[in-house]
């Protein structure tokens, strides 16, 4: 019994903590010393894993993990090659013996390891980095998902992972990327390539694309703590960050009601309301309230405006989708792109009628490979009594989806039509 609690505490602090001793870890060894940082982690957790299945969990299991992470990052520094990588400010106080346990002691504190955390970020995140490889890379440091993790989480190898890591990795190394917050002057650039990986991590939980697992909660709940830190610094706190954290609290307010009982997918229109978090909907508005107080309208404004119509709205039926058509218009000049379009076409279709958003929906090109839109069409011809084609467009969503859920839901509307 205690082997089970102790493996599936550790599973749990391994989300909860990893990335914050990999961010503080790095810190202290320099950017380019992530596979030593790595190590330590690692290192930490499998001796929490054998210490505590014959001693016992300890009382603060968190303070225990970062006491260990913090003898192993002191002896590693008294290898005085490794003091060289070191970040310039902290250079002198690790080089005396009498500063360097105090100096490493101070930088697990919570609000140090909050800053840690945010240069860690912009870190993974530097345009010298291949793109591609910044999502791997902050995954694999911040979130302390796995290779194989972060492979099925974008349907690629683990072979792929490896070398994206790899290159992000060489790219630290040769251009010395340092772990700090980016100057003002070169800081809505760079905050604004953080923000779409946050958003894209946001979405890989939200809507997994791994085959079996619909929502993956570990990643929403990564991307919504770290976007959170965000906004807890006045430089990185910005209308835009907001919007997007109030986007994800009002999204993940849904959580609850999207699965049934057995895993099955529940749509939008079928939930039950009540189980929505309304916690989590009352913090997304006060957001949203804090993004709409700066200049500019953005997409995540935007976005978190057609996610709060959703939440407020007592049922389906009474969904102001006039106002959502309308905020859909607005993105679809500032972002333009299908997916924008077949939405909008959605809400037309619910405020208008579903003639119109069918024609909408039939209108857009760019999305023959989307199981979504396939599945979307087969709705609306099926409310306009259209068997042939709503059989036709279920049949093509089919032959795309690799979801479980999805696929059970498709077949379930496909049943209708027999």
Sequence with gaps: MREQQVDQLVGHLFRKEAGKMAAVLTRLLGFGNLDITQDIVQDTLLKAVTVWKFKGIPDNPSAWLYTVAKRKAIDVLRQRKLRESVHEELAQALESEWTLAPTVNQLFIENEIEDSQLRMIFACCHPAIPYESQIALTLKTLCGLSVSEIARSFLTTDETIAKRLYRAREK????????????????????????????????????????????????????????????????????????????????????????????????????????????LIEEGISYLNRASEGPGLTDYHLEAAIAAHHSMAGSFEHTNWEAIFHLYGSLSNIKPGPVVEMNKAIALGYWKSAREGLKALVAIEGLEESHRYHAVLGDFYFEVNDREKAMLAYDKALSLVSSKPERELLQKKRSRLL
């Design 172 to 279: 630290i190394r040769l251009e010395n990327i340092a772990l700090e917050v980016p100057a003002p002057a070169s800081l809505p650039a760079r905050l604004d390539v953080v923000l779409h990986t946050l958003y894209l991590l946001f979405n890989e939980g939200y809507n997994s694309s791994h085959p079996d697992q619909l929502i993956r909660n570990d990643l929403c709940e990564e991307a919504m703590r770290l976007c959170l830190l965000l906004t807890r610094n006045s430089i990185t706190s910005t209308p835009r960050t907001n919007a997007l954290l109030s986007l994800m609290c009002l999204q993940a307010s849904r959580e609850a009601a999207r699965l049934g009982k057995d895993g099955e997918m529940i749509l939008l229109k079928d939930q039950d309301r009540s189980l929505w978090n309304k916690a």
